[in-house]
């Protein structure tokens, strides 16, 4: 990841430049839900994955096995139903998963349009990690940034007032009406 730069400085009239020293070819992922339920404090649910062996043709992704983990934990920790609502990349419309929603009485799943990242509420969760705990960061390996990451994310899931201005940011509230089922 190279790391944002939220703040420089230079002379005037040179253009600032920041060195960052190789490209790593590890790879990290990180799977998240907002969860939003009127009267209740919103929630951040996420779980990071380090991807190994991926240059020997492993995943360099979440699998869909890896959605299904965390809807289950979500199930679990939400405690209740849930009405999922998430973006069309591909492995969340695999056959397998779309299998599974479809077996589970507790989840409803809904697909944003195609190439809508402005109705995704966790594309904000990004940004705002970016410019915060990740800004002006180089990471010395790869453990420092996930842990960079996860400390990051759960300064993120005890702010419930920054996963609400995710949602607002979308134009969507917890009770738009009219969704159909893809």
């Given amino acids: 990841m190279t790391p944002p730069a939220s703040h420089m400085w230079g002379r005037r009239g040179s253009t600032p430049v920041i060195r960052v020293r190789g490209r790593s070819q590890r790879r990290f992922s990180i799977a998240a839900l907002c969860c939003y339920k009127p009267g209740e404090r919103s929630r951040l649910i996420c779980r990071p994955k380090r991807h190994t062996g991926h240059k020997n043709g ?23 139903p849930i009405v999922l609502i998430w973006d069309s990349l591909n492995v969340r419309k695999d056959r397998r998963m779309r299998a599974f929603i479809d077996a589970q009485d507790w989840i409803a799943g809904y697909h944003l349009p195609p190439y809508a990242p402005g109705l995704n509420p966790v594309e904000g969760i990004w940004s705002v990690l970016r410019r915060t705990t990740q800004a002006n960061t180089a990471s010395t390996n790869p453990d420092h940034l996930i842990r960079r990451l996860q400390h990051g994310l759960r300064q993120i899931q005890h702010r419930g007032d920054i996963i609400d201005g995710c949602l607002t940011g979308t134009g969507l509230t917890p009770t738009t009406p009219h969704l159909q089922p893809q």
Avoid at 59 to 76: C, P
Wanted: no cysteine.
């Fill in 58 to 80: 492993g995943r360099k992704s979440f699998a869909w096995t890896g959605y299904r983990g965390l809807l289950i934990a979500a199930h679990h920790q939400l405690d209740g």
